[in-house]
């Protein structure tokens, strides 16, 4: 599978965030939160860096996507979370 090589901009990815598929990989020995839709995890992954850990990776394997720190702190902007 070829890795998806544009970078999504800020609009595209609040359109996404209702849609469900995502992972979050936090390289922990914990299991990985899977399957939720993209607010949860974008949730999930600013609660970890608000404790000062890793926020982790959020990708999703059906369009082979991955969010970079910068897209995800734009979401966290957008849903009016602290950074």
């Known amino acids: 599978m070829?890795?998806?090589?544009?970078?999504?901009?800020?609009e595209e990815l609040v359109a996404m965030?209702?849609?469900?598929?995502?992972?979050?990989?936090t390289?922990?020995?914990?299991?990985?939160?899977?399957?939720c839709n993209l607010e949860e995890?974008?949730?999930?992954a600013h609660e970890r860096?608000?404790?000062?850990?890793?926020?982790g990776l959020?990708?999703?394997?059906?369009?082979a996507l991955e969010l970079d720190l910068i897209q995800l702190q734009e979401l966290w902007e957008y849903?009016?979370?602290p950074m």
């Open 17 to 25: 965030l209702q849609t469900k598929g995502w992972d979050l990989v």
């Open 41 to 44: 995890l974008v949730r999930a």
């Open 58 to 63: 959020i990708s999703r394997m059906e369009t």
């Open 49 to 55: 860096h608000t404790k000062g850990e890793e926020p």
């Open 79 to 81: 849903l009016g979370l």
């Open 2 to 10: 070829q890795k998806h090589k544009t970078k999504l901009s800020r």
């Open 27 to 35: 390289g922990s020995k914990t299991v990985p939160i899977k399957g």
